[in-house]
């Protein structure tokens, strides 16, 4: 089964991803991405770092299952035949993606599950995005701006099989979990 989670910056999603990842035994994809690794970033286990040209030529190759622009800056895409040999031996995949890519495997692939993940409030959100305390104000205020366009297209898209609410770590992954565990044994029995 193919599982996409998303959510806006700040809500915990790849804390998540992670750990849906480990104890589902499920296989994480790793993206494709223009922009630059981050120092405690590794090539090929976070992230493949591909300059725009040959990012560009792996579009137009058809390389790639949903690729998009994030927040208008970098380009990030799936490997479509690293994701397709994982379904095809059985795994469960996870792609975490923006709600624009989430948009395009949702038309390429019907039945993929995706789950949305929203933060308590805009306040919380707010008060999260300020504790990781890595950016200036306006960085931080850009992001909120973008997280809650995202939270909106997420929720008027109907693209999402369902949104989980980010208000304590632990149940929000036993959640997710559990809604994974039953969609993939609601697959099997079909
Ligand atoms: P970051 O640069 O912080 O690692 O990721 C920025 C955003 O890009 C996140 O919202 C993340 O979910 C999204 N993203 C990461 N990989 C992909 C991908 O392969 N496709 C799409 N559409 N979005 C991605």
Redesign the pocket.
Known sequence: MLLVI?GP?GVG?TTISHEVEHRLGARF?V???T?PRAESEVEGRD?LFLDESEFRRRVEAGEFL???Q??GR?W???PREAVASQLAAGHLVI????V???LQVRASMPGAFMIFIDPPSEVELLRRLRGRARESEAVIQRRFEEAKREIELARTSGAYDHHVVNDALEPTIDAVCALVTEARRGARDR
């Open positions: 998303s910056s999603k994809s993206s494709a991405t922009r992230y949903e690729h998009a994030v927040f970098h990030y895409g799936t792609l975490e993606i923006d624009q890519g989430a």
